[in-house]
């Protein structure tokens, strides 16, 4: 079984806790200010309201006057995730971060310690409560895609448990959405042809799909049935690291764009470091408004797991890879691969390098010690 976690409201509801004052308050997370920038993250107070992720600022503190807005804070929220990945790595080494507060956990390993899966996740949301003061939602499911519902579909503060069985029954009545690698055109096409539901979907032949949608076709109708069989791939076996957002709304301000792309930086040199290891090749994905997908890379002279030299590569990339006039954009990914097999370091006591690299250190440590951070780099968009 797979066990999918997700952090409810994941950035908004670390500053309510380091904030009592605002519980119970609408409170977004984002900017630069109020009247440029999106929301990076809302509380379920602030969604009440219609406010969500990636809406413009301005939008949301029109729906709510008394909102409160709160700047990102990263290195807080990194600090936090890794307390969150102590409290998975408990129950099993075999976990897949989908973002800093995501990830997918295979326990099939650790069932005859610890019991069940569904019993696991339970210890997990109670360890993650008791110890950091934070929800966190569970699906679990004999695969990734169904767990991944799962956790969803009842948050916040979900627990949903979908044995092999149940698995059609729970499946058939999801809209079609639902799907991995479903977005909007492809759902508005589906509706076109009266196909709906999940169950709907299913009840073409793989054949029909594959005629209309080419090899999505195929993924999709698999994925309806249920049949997924991809593992979970932990960071200590994965051939790459990266970390990506999706927006709900796409995303045309290129300041905007190029914070996201600072935080997602960031989120994969901590990583890159925290699994001690070092790639040559940064990678980062674009999704345009039409779904339309490029990947960019960049190799560079020598390994690294520095956020300085990641972030000069994939600024370059990002900047050569947008075409003007052509920047409404609904996901962008960061990732690192090509790592080498020794990480231990040889510095160049001379370089600016060093200094660098003890930032990225020192940024570690007082994020490992004190969970609260007041150093954050600027980024710079030229
Ligand atoms: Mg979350």
């Not at 904030?19 to 993250?41: C, F, H, I, Q």
């Not at 890159?272 to 999704?287: A, D, F, H, P, S």
């Amino acid at each position: 079984m797979i066990i999918h976690l997700d952090m409810d409201a994941f950035f908004a509801s670390v500053e309510v806790r380091e904030r009592p004052e605002l519980a119970g308050l609408p409170v977004v997370v984002g900017g630069p200010s109020k009247s440029r920038g999106v929301a990076a993250a809302a509380n379920y107070a602030a969604r009440k309201f219609g406010i969500h992720s990636a809406m413009p600022m301005s939008q949301a503190s029109h729906l709510c006057p008394d909102l409160c807005i709160l700047p990102v804070n990263m290195p807080l929220y990194v600090s936090v995730s890794k307390q969150i990945h102590e409290i998975f790595n408990r129950y099993t080494p075999e976990i897949e971060p989908l973002s800093l507060d995501e990830a997918f956990l295979d326990v099939s390993g650790s069932l005859k310690l610890f019991g069940s899966a569904a019993e696991i996740a339970k210890r997990i949301k109670h360890d993650v409560k008791r110890e950091l003061q934070l929800v966190v939602s569970a699906g679990i499911a004999p695969n990734k895609f169904v767990a991944k519902i799962a956790s969803d579909i009842e948050k916040p503060d979900g627990f949903v448990v979908i044995e092999e069985n149940d698995m059609q029954g729970f499946l058939d009545p999801l809209p079609v959405k639902r799907i991995w690698g479903v977005g909007k055109k492809t759902e508005q096409q589906l509706n076109n042809y009266g196909i709906t539901t999940i169950k709907d979907l299913r009840s073409q032949s793989p054949r029909w799909l594959m005629d209309r949608f080419g090899k999505q076709g195929d993924h999709i109708y698999r994925l309806a049935n249920g049949l997924d069989k991809r593992e979970v791939i932990s960071d200590a076996k994965a051939k790459s690291i990266s970390s990506e957002s999706t927006f709900i709304e796409d995303i045309s301000n290129k300041e905007t764009l190029i914070a996201y792309l600072s935080n997602l930086t960031e989120q994969v040199a901590s990583r890159l470091r925290e699994k001690n290891r070092k790639g040559k090749t940064v990678n980062i994905k674009i999704r345009f408004h039409d779904f339309t997908t490029i990947v960019r890379s960049k190799t560079l002279t020598e390994s690294t797991c520095q956020t300085e030299k990641i972030w000069q590569a994939v600024k370059g990339l990002f900047n050569t890879a947008i075409p003007s006039g052509r920047i409404a954009i609904r996901l962008l990914g960061v990732g690192v691969s090509g790592f080498e097999n020794d990480s231990t370091y040889q510095g160049d006591l001379f370089s600016e390098d060093v200094k660098y690299d003890e930032l990225d250190e020192v940024t570690d440590e007082i994020n490992q010690r004190f969970g609260k951070l007041k150093i954050h780099r600027g980024r710079h968009t030229k």
